[in-house]
């Protein structure tokens, strides 16, 4: 049953490599990462002496480190890509390449194989795009609206594609917001929870009243492992956390969380094409006996524990990194 995961250094990666890891201790599992900016071979520190386990140094979008890894593999969860929409509004070219042709690459490769039983194509709930009321549903259309979405529609649809006309095994997952550790701080609630640490500003977007459905990561985790045994080829499955929460609200709890006041809250320029609420209906994976386990109240207090806990693993991330200053900067403007 050897796996394949891709992006196996980043966030969600990282945490599913730990989870098979534990679920499935004789699957040998190997991991395929290009080590971004986003990328820490740390965040697999644990896995080090685990039988079976194999990290590799590759690119999604290199035939040959594809086709190395994927060689014996039963199973292989798709989850490299560039994956920050805000750098996607200055660098689109970087999501189409990495997203849409590297997972034509993986599919080009699974093709050939003669061992695989089921390809993941992680996608996310910013595929429907910006739901005003009612929560998405798998056979709704598609409608992203920022180069992000819209290079993971491509890829969704593609993998889709390898199913309806190679008869590939694939199936396809769009999850809501992840929170949890090891999360690179620059999405929102890492950002904030490190900034506040440190009495910096945190920079809220708009009026604040734009809202994410919060999915713990294990509950995440549990799903995609799951699927690869139960879920059916040539389907899509909504994974979401229940927890609809709008940004200032998530803002105020995590101050109070960290135990800073609210006027750290500062109000910056919208973010471009902002949608304004992403909501999943999820009934397709709770009738095959899946539900989020971890609440929110716990899972963000345990998040703000865990970056409390462990400043060795964010200060360098943020501090002295060209990747996180570059950005901060040119995204923020100073
Ligand atoms: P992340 O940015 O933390 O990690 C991405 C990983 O992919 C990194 O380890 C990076 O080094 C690797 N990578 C990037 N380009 C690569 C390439 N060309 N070849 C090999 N590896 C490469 O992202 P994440 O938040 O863990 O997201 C993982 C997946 O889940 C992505 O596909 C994302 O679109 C999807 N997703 C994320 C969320 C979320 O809230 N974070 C929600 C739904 C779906
Ligand atoms: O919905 C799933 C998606 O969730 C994933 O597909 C993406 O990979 C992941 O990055 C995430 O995208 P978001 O854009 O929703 O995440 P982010 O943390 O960047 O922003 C969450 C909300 O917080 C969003 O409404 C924008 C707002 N925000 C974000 C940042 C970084 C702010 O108000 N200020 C900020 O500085």
Redesign the pocket.
């Given at each position: 049953m050897k796996t394949l995961v891709t992006g196996g250094a980043g966030f969600i990666g990282s945490n599913f490599v730990r989870h098979l890891a534990r679920t499935h201790p004789d699957w040998p599992i190997v991991v395929l990462d290009k080590l971004t900016y986003a990328g820490r071979r740390e965040n697999l520190q644990d896995l080090e002496g685990h039988p079976g386990f194999e990290f590799v140094q590759g690119d999604i979008t290199d035939p040959q480190a594809v086709a190395r890894t994927m060689d014996g593999c039963a199973y292989v969860v798709n989850f490299a890509?560039e994956?920050?929409?805000?750098r996607s509004l200055y660098d689109a070219g970087s999501f189409i390449h990495t997203d849409v042709h590297g997972t034509f690459v993986l599919l080009e490769e699974a093709r050939r194989s003669r061992t695989l039983r089921t390809f993941v194509q992680i996608s996310?709930?910013?595929v429907y795009g910006s739901v005003p009321t009612g929560s998405s549903r798998e056979t709704d259309p598609l409608m992203p609206r920022n180069p992000?979405?819209a290079s993971?529609a491509g890829a969704d649809r593609l993998a889709y594609s390898y199913w309806a006309t190679y008869g590939l095994p694939v199936l396809v997952t769009r999850?809501?917001?992840?929170y949890g550790s090891h999360q690179f701080p620059?999405?929102?609630?890492p950002?904030?929870v490190t900034h506040a640490i440190d009495d910096i500003p945190?920079?809220?977007?708009?009026d604040?009243l734009?809202v994410?459905d919060w999915l713990h990561v294990d509950d995440h985790c549990r799903a995609v492992e799951m699927l690869l045994t139960q879920g059916a080829p040539g389907e899509t499955y909504n994974v979401g956390g229940g927890n609809e929460v709008p940004?200032i609200e998530l803002t105020k709890r995590i101050l109070a969380l960290v135990g800073k006041p609210e006027s750290l809250i500062q109000p910056?320029t919208d973010?471009m094409g902002?949608?304004r609420r992403?909501s999943l209906d999820c009934s397709k994976l709770r009738a095959m006996g899946w539900s989020p386990q971890v609440p929110f109240e716990r899972g963000l207090a345990e998040t703000v524990e865990w970056y409390r806990a462990h400043p060795e693993w964010w200060r360098p991330l943020k501090e002295a990194n060209p990747a996180f200053r570059e950005h901060y900067q040119r995204h923020?403007r100073g």
């Amino acid at each position: 049953m050897k796996t394949l995961v891709t992006g196996g250094a980043g966030f969600i990666g990282s945490n599913f490599v730990r989870h098979l890891a534990r679920t499935h201790p004789d699957w040998p599992i190997v991991v395929l990462d290009k080590l971004t900016y986003a990328g820490r071979r740390e965040n697999l520190q644990d896995l080090e002496g685990h039988p079976g386990f194999e990290f590799v140094q590759g690119d999604i979008t290199d035939p040959q480190a594809v086709a190395r890894t994927m060689d014996g593999c039963a199973y292989v969860v798709n989850f490299a890509a560039e994956t920050h929409v805000d750098r996607s509004l200055y660098d689109a070219g970087s999501f189409i390449h990495t997203d849409v042709h590297g997972t034509f690459v993986l599919l080009e490769e699974a093709r050939r194989s003669r061992t695989l039983r089921t390809f993941v194509q992680i996608s996310t709930d910013e595929v429907y795009g910006s739901v005003p009321t009612g929560s998405s549903r798998e056979t709704d259309p598609l409608m992203p609206r920022n180069p992000y979405s819209a290079s993971k529609a491509g890829a969704d649809r593609l993998a889709y594609s390898y199913w309806a006309t190679y008869g590939l095994p694939v199936l396809v997952t769009r999850a809501s917001n992840n929170y949890g550790s090891h999360q690179f701080p620059e999405k929102i609630i890492p950002l904030f929870v490190t900034h506040a640490i440190d009495d910096i500003p945190v920079p809220l977007y708009g009026d604040g009243l734009n809202v994410r459905d919060w999915l713990h990561v294990d509950d995440h985790c549990r799903a995609v492992e799951m699927l690869l045994t139960q879920g059916a080829p040539g389907e899509t499955y909504n994974v979401g956390g229940g927890n609809e929460v709008p940004n200032i609200e998530l803002t105020k709890r995590i101050l109070a969380l960290v135990g800073k006041p609210e006027s750290l809250i500062q109000p910056v320029t919208d973010r471009m094409g902002h949608d304004r609420r992403y909501s999943l209906d999820c009934s397709k994976l709770r009738a095959m006996g899946w539900s989020p386990q971890v609440p929110f109240e716990r899972g963000l207090a345990e998040t703000v524990e865990w970056y409390r806990a462990h400043p060795e693993w964010w200060r360098p991330l943020k501090e002295a990194n060209p990747a996180f200053r570059e950005h901060y900067q040119r995204h923020y403007r100073g």
